[in-house]
């Protein structure tokens, strides 16, 4: 006999029917991958003799029919289970609140109830228009660990701390990997860079707006670095400079610790020499200047989609043209794990 734990032919049937039903009920799929795991597998611990187990399904489901990739569907099982402790067990009214699969998975992570609980509090008060992100748990469980007595367990995260009367937040972000500072020399060895932790403090600029050539001198702020283009777009500053995302942060403060020079940011005025007077502005979010030569370093967030490539590689001929050594991308999620090997390899590039 095997030592194995099978459905009942009545768990069997509504194993079955749960399966067929997942072929015509999509906007049902996050109940029903529910159902399948929780309720008729007991959380991954019966096995069904005619359908295998919960991986099995998923598996024949995404192969022969096309549906969601099996660990998508462990993900989104997870993240209405997180939705039933929500309910059923906190009482916390969410049905206003806009909680993605990402977001409740974040918030899975933390396993004691009453953590969870209080961590989904301080999200849901420092979250903004009725939606929490993922980051907003991160932030939470940063804010609610002193309380509880929980040592941090976070690599990078950003802590929203205080809120001040002019709309702007102070936060924090923890970056990895800090070479020792090298004070204008030679970067000939990039090895030398020892591995340390640093807590870089930033502000959240919410209120920064397109300058408004209408406007009163008083209330026009004229710059020419980190120009808000678009209503919503945030805007972070850090050492008195402006920035477009979280990453740009950490590259900043990585080539901080090259002793590089580097404008960040900053709108450049020139013109594609096969085109006469046709002067434009366009904007790198790092140019560098090491050892003579020129580089631009490009932070590639969520908004780098395919069908923008072409415009990218437009304006990196522009630069080019202008003498501007090398033009290189990097993922967004990389500079803000990495920065530091991410400068190190840049400047190996232009050196």
């Known amino acids: 006999m095997l030592d194995e734990l099978y459905l009942s032919e009545p768990e069997e049937s509504e194993c079955k029917k749960i399966i067929d039903s997942l072929h015509t009920h999509n906007q049902k799929i996050d109940h029903l991958l529910w159902r399948l795991k929780y309720e008729i597998f007991d959380d991954g611990l019966k096995k069904s003799q005619k359908f295998g187990s919960f991986d099995q399904i998923c598996a024949r489901l995404h192969e022969e029919e096309g549906f969601l990739a099996p660990s998508t569907c462990h993900e989104r099982a997870w993240a209405y289970n997180e939705r039933i402790i929500i309910n059923d067990k906190f009482q916390i009214d969410i049905s206003n609140i806009k909680l993605s699969v ?170 594609d020499p096969g085109k006469p007077n046709s002067r434009v502005n366009k904007e790198a979010d790092f140019l560098v200047c090491y050892q003579g030569k020129l580089g631009i370093l490009e932070v590639d967030g969520p908004y780098h989609t395919p069908d923008r490539r072409v415009e990218e590689q437009e304006r990196e001929r522009l630069f080019r043209l202008q003498g501007v050594r090398i033009v290189e991308r990097y993922d967004s999620t990389r500079c803000l794990e990495q920065p530091f090997d991410v400068v190190r390899e840049f400047l190996q590039l232009l050196r």
């Not at 969870?116 to 748990?137: G, H, S």
């Not at 009367?165 to 000939?188: F, I, M, R």
């Open 102 to 271: 990402t977001t409740l998975l974040e918030l899975r992570k933390t396993k004691n109830l009453e953590t969870k609980r209080q961590t989904l509090k301080m999200a849901l008060k420092i979250c903004r228009n009725n939606k929490v992100t993922a980051e907003d748990i991160e932030n939470a469980r940063k804010l609610v660990a002193p309380s509880l007595r929980e040592p941090e367990k976070l690599l990078s995260q950003f802590v929203h701390q205080t809120t001040q009367s002019s709309g702007e937040k102070t936060d924090y972000l923890y970056v990895d990997g800090a070479p020792g500072n090298y004070d204008g020399e030679d970067c000939t060895d990039f090895e030398k860079a020892i591995p340390d932790r640093e807590v870089l403090e930033f502000t959240v600029l919410d209120r920064t707006t397109k300058v408004d050539s209408n406007a009163a001198p008083e209330e026009r702020a004229v710059h020419n670095q980190g120009i808000q283009f678009y209503p919503n777009s945030r805007i972070y500053e850090w050492k008195g400079l402006r920035f477009r995302s979280k990453a740009e942060i950490a590259i900043a403060h990585a080539l901080d610790g090259f002793s590089v020079l580097y404008l960040p940011n900053c709108l450049a005025r020139l013109n």
